[in-house]
């Protein structure tokens, strides 16, 4: 019985010393965490240019909008960090403006709405240690509002005003 009682009494210490090893180190793990994000976006702020003008590229020629050429990317200087829930790729959203003009013979010459400036959401993924974008687009969502529509795929990380890099 005394033997039984020591044993169950070593189980009980070992699990209460596994515990505190494992909350020791949370700590260590969020500071981590905190430090590769922080690389990450810094990464991507001496990189925007040239992912910007990717961008552009990209989305130009995915033929979306159908019959719709675009003419300007106007991007907005803040940007929103979100994880992917799945991957947990990093991925930065950035505000853009976008105007189209029609191609002729793509059905869309005598729309009126043509000319109008689109609010939409560029997205930016981190990958395999850099920046890169495929050209996706989100039509008529704000990069905050794009996190929620995806809350199921995509979580927020953090936002970043460009006020606050000043």
Not at 50 to 71: D, H, V
Request: charged content about 30%; hydrophobic content about 45%; glycine content about 6%.
């Amino acid at each position: 019985m005394g033997t039984a009682l020591s044993l169950i009494a070593m189980l009980a210490v070992a699990a209460v010393a596994g515990l505190a090893v494992i909350l020791a180190f949370r700590p260590i793990r969020a500071a981590r965490q905190a430090e590769r994000l922080a690389r990450d976006q810094r990464d991507f702020h001496r990189q925007r240019e040239q992912l910007e003008a990717k961008f552009i590229e990209r989305a130009s020629i995915s033929g979306k909008p159908r019959g719709l050429r675009w003419t300007d990317v106007a991007f907005d200087d803040d940007v929103v960090y979100a994880r992917d829930r799945r991957t947990g790729g990093l991925k930065a959203l950035v505000a853009v403006e976008v105007s189209f003009e029609a191609i002729e013979g793509g059905g869309m010459e005598e729309v009126e709405a043509v000319s109008n400036i689109r609010a939409a959401t560029a997205e930016f993924l981190y990958e395999s240690g850099r920046w890169k974008t495929n050209g996706r687009v989100y039509f008529n969502l704000a990069p905050t509002a794009t996190v929620k529509y995806l809350s199921t795929d995509l979580e927020l990380v953090a936002e970043e005003h460009a006020a606050a890099r000043l």
